[in-house]
């Protein structure tokens, strides 16, 4: 798995399209903005847009950070185990901004530990601020 993650509109779509060659490789894109449920893996590279809102999705359907979590790990283990290369694109929220609203202080602690556990269980990690890619992860077989 490869988790790629930085700010809003910073240029991880775009990254990720060229580091990949996605303009002439086959692949499935699949976007959590437009769905709320993972898909079904088809292709042999697999990129999961906006994260987040799926994290979300799932705190709206569980209640809490905590179960959200759990529910987000198992999900994230199922796309572990795949035979093939799972892109996780994920936006920061907030900034270390502690939001007013409670559900967007549980969705900012779901999304922070989700991360985190996704950080943990790639392979490799970057981050993309202004169009430009870090790695801060990189696991060699």
């Not at 799932?58 to 209640?63: A, I, K, V, W």
Request: charged content about 30%; proline content about 3%.
């Amino acid at each position: 798995m490869h988790f790629v993650t930085g700010g809003a509109f910073n240029g991880k779509k775009k990254w990720v399209t060229a580091f990949y060659k996605l303009e002439q490789t086959p692949h499935q894109w699949h976007s959590f903005y437009k769905e709320k449920e993972a898909p079904e893996l088809r292709e042999e590279i697999v990129v999961l847009e906006g994260v987040e809102r799926y994290i979300r999705a799932l705190l709206e359907r569980s209640g809490t950070p905590e179960e959200a979590r759990l529910l987000f790990r198992k999900q994230l283990e199922k796309w572990q185990k795949e035979d093939r290369t799972v892109i996780l694109i994920g936006t920061d929220i907030t900034k270390g901004i502690v939001p007013m609203n409670a559900f967007d202080r549980f969705f900012r602690d779901a999304a922070g530990w989700c991360f985190q556990d996704t950080a943990a269980a790639s392979r490799r990690v970057d981050t993309v601020w202004y169009g430009i890619a870090e790695t801060i992860k990189e696991e060699t077989e």
